[in-house]
């Protein structure tokens, strides 16, 4: 599974996204993936803003997403005031299917949705 980094993660804060992009003359870009994170506070507030990396398969090229934790300081909130985060792989090819959901939550840590 591409995602057991994620579902291994121990220290949230440590972790980063990365979008997965295969270009358009492999396949058709088929393979492409967008990950979109939502944390969610138990304030009722989201953040939407976490800057997602990228990988490029082909040209093996990648830039680091940023962590949790440089975004959650960004906006002066704590990981104790964090509910949950929803992780959702998107097909690039369509860009409405959402081929994955990954959530945490402090209690339970990361768990596959189905």
């Known amino acids: ?9 121990t220290k949230i804060q440590d972790l ?4 997965r992009y295969l270009p358009g003359g492999v396949v ?14 138990k304030n009722g507030r989201k953040i939407y803003d976490i800057c997602v990396g990228f990988q490029i398969c082909t040209e093996d090229k990648s830039v680091k ?3 949790i934790g440089n975004c ?9 005031a964090v509910e949950k985060i929803v992780v959702s792989v998107v097909d690039m090819m369509t860009k409405r299917v959402i ?3 990954f959530v945490w939550t402090p209690e ?3 768990k596959q949705e189905c």
């Open 28 to 41: 058709g870009g088929k393979g492409s993936e967008e990950i979109t994170p939502t944390i969610y506070l």
């Open 72 to 80: 959650l300081a960004r906006h002066s909130v704590s990981i104790d």
């Open 65 to 67: 997403g940023e962590t």
């Open 108 to 110: 339970s840590g990361w």
């Open 1 to 9: 599974m591409r995602y057991l980094r994620l579902l291994n993660q």
């Open 99 to 101: 081929r994955e959901t």
């Open 16 to 19: 980063t996204f990365e979008s």
